[in-house]
């Protein structure tokens, strides 16, 4: 079984473009199979684009899939500089297309198997995680952010409860000594916890 963290998706391509509001302005992307939530932009999603607060300096984009976080982001933060990285190169593809279909100045994508790729530290860490791979992969993203975080930058994470909300904040507590919930809704909690 194939999953969206593939380093090279083999799906047939199904090239779609779906559009997402902010306010009053539309985004539009180009998905394809082979990445995460293809046919639309996903709830979880949503709600982290709509819950994260004013952010600067130097965000990351941990896990872009075709972008609409990152792009969102910096759409919305236009002094930022957005990183966005993914293993997927099907997905770090889709990203840079949609970077410059919506004329996205302060964001760039690349391939990058977690950090492996990242040779800086950030204000922000945003991740919807690859929740599939398993808890030991997407504890040690967590882990590892908290290293690529400036002192006083936070990690952003969407997860459902059904999915180990719970658990996810027991561990962001052990990690990082804090654990803020931004909001809940519909089973989906969006998680911040700060390096201090």
Do not use: W
């Not at 709509?50 to 130097?58: D, R, T, Y």
């Amino acid at each position: 079984m194939e999953h969206y963290y593939s380093s090279e998706p083999k799906a047939s391509h199904d090239i779609n473009t779906i559009q997402y509001s902010i306010g009053e302005h539309t985004l539009e992307f180009t998905t394809d199979a082979g990445v995460f939530s293809k046919s639309r932009v996903d709830f979880g999603t949503s709600l982290m684009i709509n819950s994260l607060p004013k952010l600067q300096g130097k965000i990351l984009d941990l896990g872009c899939g075709y972008g609409p976080i990152g792009i969102s982001v910096a759409f919305l933060n236009h002094d930022a500089c957005v990183y966005m990285v993914d293993i997927n190169k099907r997905a770090i593809d889709l990203a840079q297309t949609n970077i410059v279909k919506n004329n996205i100045e302060n964001a760039k994508a690349f391939i990058s198997d977690g950090f492996s790729n990242i040779d800086s530290k950030f204000n922000s860490i945003i991740t919807n995680p690859p929740i599939r791979a398993g808890k030991k992969i997407i504890y040690r993203l967590f882990e590892q952010s908290r290293d690529y975080l400036q002192l006083g930058g936070s990690l952003y994470i969407v997860i459902q409860k059904k999915q180990g909300a719970p658990s996810a904040i027991k561990k962001l507590e052990e990690i990082f000594g804090n654990c803020n919930v931004l909001t809940k809704k519909k089973g989906y909690f969006i998680l911040q916890s700060t390096k201090i």
